[in-house]
C-alpha cells in the first residue's frame, strides 16, 4: 500500500476516535514519510505538534495502522514542514518529555476513550451543553426524556445545520442516562453509517440475527444522522424493524438529523411518518450571546484565558458553526501556549483563514438570486424601482451580502439595485452590520441565504 493511501486510510480511522477541532489541530497537516522495518515515520509541521502528537496519540496512531498493515511494529515522529527532501527513518531517540502540568494548565485536550459498550464519548456531557434561545427547546426535551424514558417524546428526532451541537446533545443524553440511573439503563448510540455497515455485513455473512440481538435489545438506541439511511433499502428496512420493536416496548429513540423527516426525501413514508409521531425540536444558528457564553464556557474548563476583546471578536465573526468556533479557539489557544503572546491582528489571521469561502465564481446576479430565492419574491423587485414594504429587508440583506461577500464598492451596489445613490447602500450594510447581533431573526436570515449563495 502506498504511503500517501496507508496515511489517509488510517487518518480516516483515527479521525473517529478524537475530537475533530483536536483532529484538525494536530493531524490535518500530518504526513507518512517513511516506513522501513516495521518502523513508520510520521512528520509533523512542528516540534510542539510532534511531542504533543507523540505524547497524546501514538497508541491511537500505532494501532490504526496496525489494523491496515500488520507488519507495522513501531511509530516514530519528526518535524517535516512540507519541503525539501523527505525525512527517512534514523536510529530512535528519545524525545524531550513534554511537561504535562504545563499542557494541562496552558491547554486541556484530554481525550476521553469511547465507551466500547456504549459507543459513548464522555467528553459530550450534558452539564457542559451551554443552553441559549437557539437550542433551549431541544435541551428541554432532552431532560424531558431522561426523566420519563420511553414514555416521553419517543421517538425525540433533533434536527440542524453542521456544527450546532446536535452530536453532544444526544451523546450527552446517553451519558446523563448511564450516570443516572448507574448503568442498569443499557444504551447504544450509533451513527447511520456504523448502522448501515452492520447492516451489509449482517446481510454478507448471514449474521442478522446477531445485528438484532445488538439493537433491539437496548433500552435507548441513539442514531446520529439518520437522513444518510434514506434511499438504502436494506438499511431503511432493518431500522424499520428496529424501531418498532423498540417502540412496542417502550425503549426510546433518540435520532438527529440535518433536516426535519418532511425535508428528507430519499426517506421511505412509513419511517418519515414514524419519525413525526414524535417530538421533533430544532437547534438554530447559534446567536451572538450563545457564542459568547459557549467560549467563556469552554475557556474555563480548559483553565485559561484570553483578552474579552478577543473573546468578543471571535464570537462575533464565527457566526454559523460551533465545531468551527471551537476550531478557532483551538488553535488561538496553541499559539498562545506556543508564543505566549496573542494579538487582536494575529486572531483576526486565524479567523478569516478559517472563513474564507471560495468566491471566485460567485457574481453579484447569483446574491440576487438567492435573496429573491429566498423572500419569493422576483430579482426584478430587488434591482428595479419598486419601493413596496415587503422589498425594502430583502433589498437591504442584498446590499448587505454584495458588500460582505463580493466588496463591492458601494457606488456599485447602488447601481446594481435600482440606480440608487451609493449612500442608500451606505446605510443598509451600517444597519445591518449592527442589527445581526441584536436580531436573531435577521441573523438566521442572512445565514440561510449565505448557504443559498455558496451552494449554487
Known amino acids: 500500500m502506498e504511503f500517501e493511501q496507508l496515511w489517509q486510510n488510517a487518518l480516516s480511522e483515527i479521525e473517529v476516535q478524537i475530537s475533530k477541532p483536536n483532529f484538525a489541530t494536530w493531524l490535518k497537516s500530518s504526513r507518512l514519510l517513511d516506513k522501513q522495518d516495521g518502523v513508520v515515520l510520521v512528520g509533523l509541521p512542528n516540534t510542539f505538534a510532534k511531542e504533543w502528537v ?11 495502522l496496525r489494523n491496515l498493515d500488520q507488519s507495522t511494529k513501531k511509530v516514530q515522529f519528526t518535524v517535516h514542514h512540507g519541503n525539501g527532501a523527505a525525512a527517512t527513518l534514523a536510529p530512535s531517540r528519545r524525545s524531550r518529555k513534554v511537561n504535562e502540568d504545563d ?101 454478507r455473512n448471514k449474521r442478522m440475527e446477531d445485528m438484532k440481538d445488538k439493537y433491539r435489545t437496548v433500552d435507548v438506541l441513539i442514531i446520529d444522522d439518520v437522513q444518510f439511511i434514506g434511499g438504502k433499502t436494506s438499511t431503511e428496512e432493518e431500522f424499520f424493524h428496529t424501531f418498532n420493536a423498540l417502540y412496542e416496548n417502550n425503549k426510546q429513540i433518540i435520532i438527529s438529523s440535518d433536516r426535519p423527516p418532511k425535508f428528507i426525501p430519499t426517506l421511505e413514508d ?93 457574481n453579484p446576479n447569483q446574491v440576487i438570486k438567492s435573496v429573491a430565492d429566498y423572500f419569493e419574491v422576483s430579482p426584478n423587485d430587488l434591482t428595479g424601482r419598486c419601493r413596496q414594504k415587503s422589498i425594502v429587508e430583502p433589498r437591504q440583506i442584498t446590499m448587505y451580502l454584495l458588500r460582505d461577500i463580493l466588496g463591492l464598492s458601494y457606488p456599485d451596489i447602488g447601481q446594481k439595485l435600482g440606480k440608487r445613490d451609493h449612500t442608500t447602500a451606505i446605510y443598509a450594510y451600517s444597519k445591518l452590520s449592527e442589527e445581526m447581533n441584536k436580531n436573531q431573526d435577521l441573523n438566521q436570515k442572512i445565514i440561510a441565504i449565505k448557504d443559498l449563495i455558496y451552494k449554487e
Open 54 to 64: 507523540e505524547n497524546k496519540y501514538q497508541k491511537i496512531i500505532l494501532n490504526a
Open 270 to 362: 412509513r419511517l418519515r411518518s414514524r419519525f413525526e409521531g414524535g417530538m421533533i425540536a430544532d437547534i438554530a444558528y447559534p446567536d451572538y450571546e450563545l457564542r459568547l457564553a459557549i467560549l467563556k464556557t469552554k475557556l474555563q474548563e480548559r483553565g485559561v484565558a484570553l483578552p474579552e476583546n478577543i473573546v468578543e471578536f471571535i464570537a462575533n465573526k464565527i457566526q454559523k458553526n460551533l465545531r468551527e468556533l471551537e476550531g478557532v479557539l483551538n488553535r488561538i489557544l496553541f499559539y498562545q501556549y506556543a508564543k505566549r503572546d496573542i494579538t487582536l491582528k494575529m486572531v483576526e489571521e486565524i479567523v478569516g483563514e478559517t472563513l474564507q469561502q471560495p468566491t471566485k465564481n460567485i
Open 103 to 203: 499542557f494541562k494548565k496552558q491547554l486541556a485536550f484530554e481525550e476521553l476513550k469511547i465507551d466500547p459498550e456504549t459507543n459513548l464519548n464522555p467528553r459530550y456531557r450534558l452539564s457542559s451543553f451551554v443552553v441559549g434561545k437557539t437550542n433551549e427547546l431541544a435541551y428541554a426535551a432532552a431532560s424531558a426524556v431522561i426523566e420519563e424514558i420511553g414514555r416521553k417524546y419517543n421517538p425525540l428526532f433533533i434536527y440542524g445545520g453542521t456544527g450546532l451541537g446536535k452530536t453532544h446533545l444526544i451523546q450527552g443524553i446517553g451519558n446523563e442516562i448511564k450516570v443516572r440511573y448507574n448503568d442498569k439503563v443499557r444504551v447504544k448510540y450509533v451513527s447511520s453509517e456504523k448502522f448501515t455497515n452492520d447492516v451489509v455485513y449482517g446481510i
